[in-house]
């Protein structure tokens, strides 16, 4: 694939701070440089970047997204490896975006945008059905939630049926299907017949239209929890709130995080009230637990501040980590 960037073990290095002693995780894994080496390896999950901002753009939110892969990088490369933190994993590279990012930098009008997105979605959808259909779990970074659309067609493709999705989101993207944009990713993907059931976890009733709230109450596929409904639940009552949704979707489902969900988070619709660090740990735990085809976290902005690439760092050694420890 000419529109993807293999990170090599030479590469690698430049993000990995060495100590005497210690073994660092991006010391301990095994990098590959094309596709046909991934079909012979062990590793369970497949790590990959798509650095790109512009469907979050089209949708009128605000930048920052297509910075967060190498912050990540630093951060997650440089976990301890011990017998607590897993090397089952493989990180891949990422997706090319430069030339769309540049051309698009100064495109203001939002659907010249979105046009631009559909390049990405077919990037996109053919690495994870590739990944996939070597049943193996890709972990998605990105990136707008306008990925999720590519996420969901590659997922759906490789197991030649439609997916269960559960997403935790402050926003539903639902919206229409006018044009390409971060706020209608899951509406492209059940109007394509990739998506079945979609279960929406913490969504906020002031930042929800009423059309939508009428739509998913309509629709026996969908199912939200809101995230007001969260407020005052302790610890165990909001995991025994989410394992519905869980169970909604079916055990067997896609797991996407959209990082506008969490509190004071850098993100493209940051937020003052939202789930925290910790809660969000917690269900990805709960998660993990059923067969997840695939991890998206979407929207951070990890350009001014280093702890928002540590934290995504922890959802994916969360996610990762085998059960046993």
């Known amino acids: 694939m000419i529109f993807f960037n293999f990170l090599t073990e030479n590469s690698a290095k430049a993000y990995i701070n060495s100590r005497e002693g210690e073994t660092k995780l991006g010391e301990s894994i095994n990098y590959i440089s094309s596709f046909e080496e991934l079909e012979h390896t062990a590793a369970k999950y497949v790590i990959f970047g798509v650095p790109e901002d512009i469907g979050i753009r089209a949708n009128q939110g605000k930048p920052g997204a297509s910075s967060t892969w190498e912050p990540f990088l630093k951060a997650f490369l440089n976990i301890q490896h011990n017998s607590y933190n897993a090397n089952n994993c493989v990180v891949l590279g990422n997706i090319k975006t430069e030339e769309l990012q540049q051309k698009a930098e100064h495109v203001e009008d939002p659907k010249l ?8 979605d077919d990037m996109l959808s053919e690495v994870v059905q590739k990944i996939v259909s070597l049943q193996k779990v890709p972990i ?5 939630h306008n990925n999720s659309y590519g996420n969901i067609k590659g997922c759906s493709k490789a197991l030649e049926k439609p997916i269960d999705v559960l997403n935790i989101d402050a926003h539903t993207d639902l919206r229409t299907t006018n044009f390409r944009h971060s706020g209608n990713g899951f509406s492209y993907a059940k109007k394509e017949g990739f998506l079945n059931h979609y279960a929406l976890v913490g969504i906020h009733q002031n930042y929800t239209p009423r059309y939508i709230f009428d739509m998913m109450n309509e629709d026996k596929t969908i199912s939200y929890s809101l995230f007001e ?3 005052h639940l302790t610890t165990i009552d909001k995991l025994i709130r989410f394992k519905k949704a869980i169970n909604f979707v079916r055990d067997k489902f896609a797991l996407e995080l959209d990082c506008d969900a969490i509190q004071d988070f850098n993100s493209s619709a940051m937020t003052p009230s939202g ?4 809660e969000i740990r917690s269900f990805i735990n709960l998660a993990k637990k059923q067969q997840v085809y695939y991890l998206h976290i979407c929207e951070a902005d990890a350009s001014k501040n280093p702890m928002i690439a540590k934290a995504l760092s922890y959802f994916v050694s969360d996610f990762i980590r085998p059960e046993t420890n």
């Open 140 to 144: 998605i970074i990105g990136g707008g």
């Open 275 to 278: 789930f925290s660090i910790n």
């Open 229 to 231: 409904e969260y407020l």
């Open 113 to 120: 945008l979105g046009e631009m997105l559909p390049e990405i």
